[in-house]
């Protein structure tokens, strides 16, 4: 008989993130969800909530977590100082758990802004996001 595995969503790791994207943001999560649900995600919700903002609410194994954090970066989304941080947090704790990790899934809603060509995420000129904080 085979025994079902029990799956939880951990409260810890519900992450509510910021990012920008030059990119219409509603096309460009279109292309990102196709993109999670590769890696086993599950899409819970997306959608344009503006025309210059879109969400993704999305949730996956946490055992994922770095390859989440790697296809988001490599996606063309800015990511906001607090997301990169919330995002190194749960992949250290991940990798630090272990085994233990597995068995938990992991929330994420990302809330993605557009942005003028060569902004960065403060609105400050590309290369100058140090000098505007």
């Not at 219409?24 to 990102?32: G, M, R």
């Not at 969400?55 to 296809?71: G, N, Q, S, T, W």
């Not at 989304?77 to 991940?94: M, P, R």
Request: glycine content about 6%; some cysteine; overall charge negative.
């Amino acid at each position: 008989m085979k025994q079902e595995q029990r799956i939880e969503t951990s409260q810890d790791w519900n992450l509510m993130l910021a990012a920008t994207c030059e990119a219409a943001p509603s096309s460009f999560l279109e292309h990102l969800s196709n993109a999670l649900a590769a890696l086993g995600a599950f899409v819970l919700r997306q959608g344009a909530v503006s025309e210059h903002c879109a969400e993704i609410d999305f949730e996956f194994p946490r055992v994922h977590a770095m390859d989440v954090y790697c296809l988001l970066v490599a996606n063309g989304i800015e990511l906001s100082q607090e997301a990169h941080q919330q995002l190194a947090d749960l992949c250290h704790c991940t990798q630090e758990l272990g085994g233990e990790a597995e068995g938990t899934l992991v929330r994420i809603n990302v809330s993605v802004y557009a942005r003028a060509e060569g902004e960065s995420f403060l609105g400050a000129p590309a290369g100058k996001l140090s000098e505007a904080a």
